[in-house]
């Protein structure tokens, strides 16, 4: 199945230029309710080897997309640390705002923070830590465009694409629409465009694709540092999805 027409429709440009591409994940669902998190150790973070997330509730994926769920690259995925002055030691602020400026730690750096200054996220009392570490989750692909774009839009278990449904409240968004109209098999055109619904159809199903205009939900942190090719929201924008140059 060739994803080429698709992707193109969606960035408006069919072109892939030289350099290298990511896609995170961010949101508040994760803000609230990954903390404490069993895989999130020292060892997990230094390693970019695909991993699953055991919490997929975390993610904001609904039963849909539950045989489509990402991988991530934890060694590569980025935190945000804020707020934080009360909850975590002085040193280890210190040491994160060595590693970055504006404290948007590199998972791999995270993971040495944690063993050097012996803060547990796996422990009950890491929960104190939510909204204070914000994970920026890297979906683990091979640094292409066109892998992020597969990643992103939950192109990358094919053949299994998600069915648009029968339900009448589903409607895409007219400019999308017709932007996928000659996207085949028809499939893939209503798999992608169920990820182009309109604001208040995205809210229990599928997502709401905002472009290369506006970034989703949990990814503004990247703003400055990356330039925005194409976003996704999830829910109530909860969470979003941020495919990056």
Known sequence: MDL???FAALLGRSDSPAGSYDAYYGGDTLDEFLLPASW?????LASSAPVALPDVDACFLDDDHADLAWEFDLA????AIEWAEDVLPAAFLADARAADPDLLVGGADLGVLLARHGVDLTAESAGRLSYRISPLLRLATDGTLHDAMRMATFTHRLPALVPFGDEGWRRVEPGWAEALAAVEPPELRDHLSLHCLEPFSSRAAGARYLGANEWPTGTSALDGRRKLLAGWEFGESQSGVAVVA
């Not at 590569?76 to 935190?79: E, K, N």
């Open 4 to 6: 080429t027409l698709a």
């Open 40 to 44: 999130l150790t020292p060892a997990a």
């Open 76 to 79: 590569g995925s980025l935190f």
